[in-house]
């Protein structure tokens, strides 16, 4: 006989005597589960069923046990409810970078005594001008001297493809063979050619895995604040932003009604793609593609900063501005020269004049 068939002839016996009326502690099945019971089955102090459903919830306890969760972990699963709703933007909300942010922001407003407006724009001003624009003078010091290999380059790759020709004819190889020799020799040349002069292209990529995280980091803080989500001293930060505007839009919680900020946002960045693109002389395709993929970025974004509070549209356009000084000041002949960028063949005296002459052919002399 299995357990399960004895289990439930004990239950039937028992059930038997309880109809008639015989007590409990005479039926030999009870008094056998009655001593399992005790061994084994014991009571569970921190659960009790409800008698209402078949759901179980926690009973008071009289010691609280620390999480071995992380302080962001724990956020974001309180945030994100019981259904487990909100997910990844929760965890990142309640992330250590984004608390970061948060204290970087609410430290500069309490240090200077600013209004939230003022402290949006000096915060994106220092933080551009101190972590970017260093990592973008490097990234065209880099550029400069990539720019600067390419007459060597070019004279490696002539060299090389006569030696792969004259092995090819004399060895016998195939096309193939001798493409996929050229291109392996040559690789290993110019790799040799960045380490020669320590100006792998990749290095000037740096600037890209700084400035997004960070833009993201301080957009989900300004979020933070704007939505009630971040406190200081016991209130809300929302308050306070709630009156920190300035000229049309007065509350940074709310959303820019006139469009003004979501539409300046949007001209800000796509004059910076038209001044990359028309420093670029026969692009690839797949630059090309690129700047055509950041121009549809650019337009993407002005409904999006209709969406979301007043706040956030004014850090971005405060780093959009800080991008296009940044990007006409690296132009300049004598910023160049002071930060040791090397000069190249395509450098101008006057590049502002040439700029603006070109801007003036591709968009308003075009017939």
């Known amino acids: 006989m299995g357990f399960g068939a004895c ?10 005597s309880t109809l008639r009326g015989g007590a409990p502690g005479l039926c030999p099945g009870r008094a056998m589960l009655h001593r399992l019971g005790t061994r ?14 078949p759901l179980l919830k926690l009973a008071p306890t009289f010691g609280v046990k620390r999480s071995v969760l992380p302080a962001w972990a724990v956020a974001s699963v309180s945030a994100a409810g ?19 942010a948060e204290v970087v922001l609410h430290g500069a407003h309490a240090a200077t005594g600013l209004p939230w407006w003022g ?15 260093p990592l973008a003078a490097y990234q065209h010091y880099i550029l400069a001297k990539v ?5 060597e380059i070019k004279n490696i790759a002539r060299h090389l493809n006569q030696e792969v020709a004259i092995n090819a004819n004399r060895l016998g190889w195939s096309k193939k063979v001798a493409r996929l020799t050229y291109l392996k020799n040559m690789r290993r040349l110019v790799s040799e050619l960045y380490i020669r002069d320590n100006c792998h292209p990749f290095k ?6 700084i400035q997004l995280p960070m833009w993201i980091f301080m957009s989900v803080a300004l979020r933070n604040f704007s939505t009630g989500a971040a406190h200081s001293q016991g209130f809300p930060i929302q308050e306070q932003l709630a009156t920190g505007g300035v000229l049309w839009f007065p509350d940074l919680t709310a959303q820019d009604s006139t469009w003004i900020l979501p539409v300046s946002v949007g001209v800000i960045n796509l004059l910076i793609v038209e001044i990359f693109a028309l420093q670029k002389i026969g692009m690839s395709r797949f630059q090309t593609y690129i700047t055509y993929f950041v121009r549809a970025v650019s337009v993407l974004m002005i409904p999006i900063a209709a969406t979301v509070p007043s706040s956030l549209v004014l850090y971005w356009l405060c780093s959009s501005i800080m991008g296009l000084s940044q990007n006409l000041l690296l132009r300049s002949p004598g910023f160049r020269r002071f930060c040791r960028i090397p000069s190249t063949k395509l450098d101008s ?13 591709k968009f308003i002399s075009r017939k």
């Open 349 to 361: 005296d006057t590049p502002y004049k040439d700029l603006f002459a070109a801007f003036h052919a």
């Open 119 to 133: 402290t949006i724009l000096l915060t994106t001003v220092a933080l551009r001008g101190a972590v970017t624009l």
């Open 40 to 53: 084994w089955l014991r009571p569970l102090p921190a659960l009790q069923l409800d008698a209402r459903g």
């Open 204 to 209: 000037a990529t740096v600037l890209v895995w």
């Open 82 to 100: 019981p259904g487990g709703a909100g997910g990844w933007y929760e965890a990142l909300a309640a992330s250590a970078p984004v608390q970061g």
């Open 7 to 16: 289990a439930r002839r004990l239950l039937r016996a028992e059930h038997s």
């Open 147 to 151: 720019e600067n290999l390419q007459p």
